[in-house]
T-cell receptor, first 113, second 110 residues
C-alpha cells in the first residue's frame, strides 16, 4: 500500500493566484480529512468527507477555500485567490474505521508570496 | 487542539528515557493516540491505547493512561537520535474526529 499520496510536495505561488492541492487516500478508507499546520495555530481540521460527501466544513477559514471529493480515490483543496497568510503545510489523512487512527500524507508545503 | 494539552519542549540525553505527558478533557474518549512527526514529514501513528486499558507496551514505547486524571504519557526507553521529532497526543472526540495537542518537540542530545 502506497499510503496517502499528496501532490505537489511544495508549491510557491503569488498572491491572488489559484492553488489546487491534491490527495489520494488509501483504498478502502471511507473518511478523508484535510488539515492545515502552522507554527502559530498548530494542526487545524479544515474539512472532512465520508464516502465522498462533505460532513463538516466548519474549519474552512473563508469562502476562498473549497474542497471536493469527486470519487473515492481523489480529493482536492482549492484556494482562490491565495493570500500570504495561507502559507502553511496542508495535510490530507484517511481512516479505515473507528479506533484505527489516521494515516497522514506527507503534506504540501504552500508558500504564497 | 484546545482540549488536549502537552508541554512544548523536552530535551533528553541519548540513552536515557523520555517521558512525554498529555492531558485531555473528554472523559468519553474511547481511543487515545501518539503520533510522531519528523522534519518535513507527515504525522506517523506510533501507538494508541483503548480507554479501558491502563498501559500498553510496544518495544521501546510504553503508554500509560490515567483515566481519573485524564492523563496520558508516552515513555521512550533508550532514547536515540532518531527519536528527535515532534510528538502529538490526540484523542478520539466524535464522529471520526481527532483532537490533537500542540505537540512536544523532543531533542535528543549526545
Amino acid at each position: 500500500d502506497a499510503g496517502v499520496i499528496q501532490s505537489p510536495r511544495h508549491e510557491v505561488t503569488e498572491m491572488g493566484q489559484e492553488v489546487t492541492l491534491r490527495c489520494k487516500p488509501i483504498s478502502g478508507h471511507d473518511y478523508l480529512f484535510w488539515y492545515r499546520q502552522t507554527m502559530m495555530r498548530g494542526l487545524e481540521l479544515l474539512i472532512y468527507f465520508n464516502n465522498n460527501v462533505p460532513i463538516d466544513d466548519s474549519g474552512m477559514p473563508e469562502d476562498r477555500f473549497s474542497a471536493k471529493m469527486p470519487n473515492a480515490s481523489f480529493s482536492t483543496l482549492k484556494i482562490q485567490p491565495s493570500e500570504p497568510r495561507d502559507s502553511a503545510v496542508y495535510f490530507c489523512a484517511s481512516i479505515a474505521g473507528t479506533g484505527y487512527g489516521y494515516t497522514f500524507g506527507s503534506g504540501t508545503r504552500l508558500t504564497v508570496v | 487542539g484546545e482540549d488536549v494539552e502537552q508541554s512544548l519542549f523536552l530535551s533528553v540525553r541519548e540513552g536515557d528515557s523520555s517521558v512525554i505527558n498529555c492531558t485531555y478533557t473528554d472523559s468519553s474518549s474511547t481511543y487515545l493516540y501518539w503520533y510522531k512527526q519528523e522534519p518535513g514529514a507527515g504525522l506517523q501513528l506510533l501507538t494508541y491505547i483503548f480507554s479501558n486499558m491502563d498501559m500498553k507496551q510496544d518495544q521501546r514505547l510504553t503508554v500509560l493512561l490515567n483515566k481519573k486524571d485524564k492523563h496520558l504519557s508516552l515513555r521512550i526507553a533508550d532514547t536515540q537520535t532518531g527519536d528527535s521529532a515532534i510528538y502529538f497526543c490526540a484523542e478520539w472526540v466524535d464522529d471520526y474526529k481527532l483532537s490533537f495537542g500542540a505537540g512536544t518537540t523532543v531533542t535528543v542530545r549526545a
